[in-house]
């Protein structure tokens, strides 16, 4: 197979996922034709092949429901901000990240990291409040530092507000829940090629096939992934993954079901340490000497070397079984792992010049660090969904019990000295550089978990509904650690520390039917963060929140909106304000020397709208808007008052495709991020950069049905290449360009 070689990557490197990509690639005609050979084979007998009839709705943007048996109720009569993206949206738009699916939610941004320190997942902050801690798979809990891929994805599901009965700890912000594809009782043969510009090479597969295994109902479904990506407008920066997820189901259709699922993921990436703020538009240089332009955001300015290298691994057991008709009853067992060796190199100040020094003399400081990230989990959960009534009043009651345990463990590397200075305008990759060792330093930290829950949707009348759920839930955090006095390769042993407590989340719903098909909603829920609740590393330290000694933080969210199913229920229409807090954050009075307390408290005033669906059978649109004000009610003296980072106050997205005669469909979107603070003090003269500009971006897209089993489609992102900011680092002196403008090539086959 020919192939042109990338300026940006040896050869060699590229090799077995382009081999990959190869394979995939000729193996789709195979087994469209092992299709089309079965068919015949099944005409010469003298009958008739089997016939899948499937609606056309399954091509709508909306989604009626949710995969969690916790909702008891249709979207459009539960009490809280849902958006539910799927998978024929994120085809359409060829996103294949997590980070690229939330696009189409408003409300969202990503962060760079914190000092010298560089995120390489998915670092979500959500109405204004960190939710990385707080992203799932089939309800399952999935930590790590790392960037999640759609290939084996149903939907997406988005749930805005407190989690604390829904999933026990977190922040007020809520969470994002992904559903993994499960074996049907039709044939699936379906796949799709892309090419792009940037060196971009991607292939999956989605095979299901209904099985004669002398069970009823079963069925064998299986999606891979190879995939070699570079970063639009960045240089050396790459992706690359392979992916494989079998499941196996038996009983589908009858009242026992069983599913046998595994998903193993493998990345290969170069990452992305950020590029300088330096001389651009709002840039702060403070009494410096220096000035100059800004850089090309194209730049790289990390080291030959550096690497983000992630195996995942998950395996999943689920039963269900229909005690009777409207009770169900589940179990789910799930041991999953995930390890990330990451090196990376991010820059540091710019070197003061002497006078009258030119720009193109100007270096910066490198920093590079590195650690190996495992997280660990093993858990059970059983639940139960029934239906009954209490005289006129009809129930709708799902409860169960979890057990979960939880570990992360980091091998922290000690830094290398005296790495060489990079030309700020003109860095060289390639120059020799220490790297991290690895001396012994590690925190290791681990959660178990017992929890109870249960929700009851109450219907007193054809136009009123309550819903209330509760959960409790005893977990015991532990946390050891060794590691390096400042300046020192020495290894100390710090001292264990532990954590015991009890937490009792709820939430509150009412809802008015004015019409069948619609719904006024008002609903009050809460969460708890726990000491270490993000990462299981507890602190003997008084001024860290995570320390033993002090409280959870404490959520809550107020929601008051309005759903209606539209267009004969093919369009959802949605409008919520509500009011987020979160308050018992650990803040400092100022004073020399200073003392700490549990007394700050920010909040989110907020609106958000939302419309989805099916206009006509041939235009579909997505769109929504989301206005957050928010404040540091209590806080330090330095932030009292000032906004919660990385919080624009206002955000859009859309997205709209038509289809067109002949089997052509065109489409298109545009995203909005307004302005958003990196820093949240109100008396610190500003350095750096300030702030994230605000930002328009449009997208493109346009497909071409060949015939029934082949399309081409084209997507064409930042169509006017518009310059921004997709993250910063929290001190302003660095942060990741978006995409450049771009195009991708897919060719989709289905069977």
Known sequence: MAYIKSRKHAATRRSNCSAAVALAFIALPGAAYAQQTDDKAVKKAGTLPQITVQSTAAENYKADTVASPKFTQPLVDTPQTISVIKKELLQQQAATTLEEA????????????????????????????DTAGSIYIDGVRDLGAISRDTFNLEQIEVVKGPSGSDNGRGTSSGYINMVSKAPQLYDITAGSVVVGTDNRQRATVDLNRKLDLGVPGSAFRLNFLAQDYDVPGRDVVNSKRIGIAPSIAFGLGTATRTTLSYLHMEQDNIPDGGVPTFGMPGYFYGTSRLRGPAVNPSNYYGLSGDRNDINTDMVTAKIEHDIAPGTTIRNTTRIGRSKQDLVVTGMGTVAEPSAGSSPSSYTMSRGRRGRIQTNDIATNQTNLTTEFATGSIKHTLSAGVEFIYERQKIQVATRPDGLPAANLYAPNSNVAAGMPQQLGAYTDGNTFTTALYAFDTLKLSDRWMLNAGIRWEKFKTKTDSKSHPRGSTALNTDPDRQLSDTLLSWKLGAVFKPASNGSIY????????????????LSTNSNNQASSNLDPQEGSNIEIGTKWDLFDNRVSATAAIYRSQNKKELISDGATPPSYSQLGKRRVDGVELGLVGMITPNLNITTGLAYMDSKIVRGTPANEGGVIVFSPKLTFTSWLTYKLPNGVTIGGGARYVDTAARSSNVTQAPTNLWTM??????????????????????????VFNKKYISRINSGGSRYQPGAERNALLTANLKF
């Open 102 to 129: 939330l696009s189409n939610t408003p409300g969202i941004t990503f962060q760079l990291g914190e000092g010298g320190n560089t995120s390489t997942g998915d670092t979500i902050f959500m109405r204004g409040f």
């Open 522 to 537: 008002a609903g009050w829920s809460t969460s708890f963060q726990p000491p270490g609740g993000a990462n299981f590393e």
């Open 693 to 718: 500009p605000d930002y328009w971006v449009g997208n493109a897209m346009a497909s071409y049905d060949v015939n029934k089993n082949f399309s081409l489609q084209l997507n064409i992102n930042n």
